[in-house]
């Protein structure tokens, strides 16, 4: 019998506080010495040059697009010049067999051009910014400090692992959560590439060998960039374990833009959003 994966725990609200002598006695016990685990599964990051969004290196049309039209461009000029047995006429043009198996296979080759253009059309259109929510980028004389917004998202993430990632559980008694904020538990390290350690914000890991099972970003408004794709999304993008980003409510569509650009196929958005005291998680 094929084991089960686990997944997400979807939750739409947050229904316990954490009181703060709670947090108190967490943050004492993660003051021990980080673990690192090697995952040779997490994909060798490359280096990446930033683009700006105004230039785009993007071909249009693509290749594969290309390489789609063009036989079908034969096939339509192949079809009038031997249409083979005529079996009808249309305007004083004659149809014969060839040219209604032409036609049939032709609109495969049309359709590929279709489905391969609206792939480049849509990561062209990504590199850009989105002409939505400008009150979100409306510049104020007032901006919250770097402490400010850690302790924020500090309070997130521990939110999020109590109700999206409750391991271990009755179904799942050898997975354990490991939060890396604000100190460090468990480290992957990366193997071939530029090599290094990252921390993400939350990791599920088999116990007791600590592989990676699931892995979660928590990002804030200020974080939400294209350079955070390429510098943090980029190395988490593994084919073994579940990536989840998590981003501010309203930010979905930018970070699948630059998830999109950037090439990262293997992670899935979620947004998050604060009511009250307490965190909610939204499937996007």
Not at 12 to 33: G, H, P
Not at 90 to 102: D, R, S
Not at 178 to 202: H, Q
């Amino acid at each position: 019998e094929t084991k089960k994966e686990p997944e997400l725990i979807e939750t739409t609200s947050v229904e316990k506080e954490i009181s703060q002598d709670s947090s108190a006695n967490e943050k004492d016990a993660q003051k021990e010495k980080p673990i690192v685990v090697s995952a040779s599964s997490i994909s060798a990051p490359t280096q990446i040059e930033a683009v700006s969004a105004e230039i785009s290196n993007q071909q249009l049309p693509s290749p594969a697009s290309i390489l789609a039209i063009v036989p079908f461009v034969l096939l339509f000029i192949f079809s009038w010049l031997f249409p083979g047995p005529i079996i009808a006429s249309f305007l004083n043009l004659e149809i014969g067999i060839i040219t209604i198996l032409c036609f049939f296979i032709g609109n495969i080759f049309l359709l590929l051009f279709f489905r391969f253009e609206g792939i480049s059309l849509a990561k062209f259109s990504a590199m850009g910014n989105r002409d939505i929510l400008k009150w979100r980028d409306k510049p104020t004389d007032w901006r919250r400090s770097e402490e400010s917004r850690r302790l924020e998202i500090e309070s997130v993430i521990e939110q999020i692992a109590l109700n999206s990632f409750a391991y271990p559980n009755n179904e799942y008694p050898s997975l354990k959560t490991f939060i890396n904020l604000p100190n460090p538990e468990l480290g992957i390290e990366i193997v071939g590439g530029l090599g290094g350690r990252i921390y993400p914000d939350i990791i599920v890991a088999e116990q007791p060998s600590n592989y990676p099972r699931l892995i979660a970003q928590i990002e804030s408004a200020e974080t939400v960039t294209r350079e955070q794709a390429e510098r943090v999304w980029a190395r988490l993008d593994n084919q073994e374990s579940t990536t989840y980003i998590f981003v501010p409510t309203g930010y979905a569509a930018r970070a699948k833009d630059y998830a999109r650009v950037t090439g990262i196929k293997n992670i899935q958005i979620r947004t998050w959003k604060r009511s009250g005291g307490t965190i909610r998680v939204l499937v996007t």
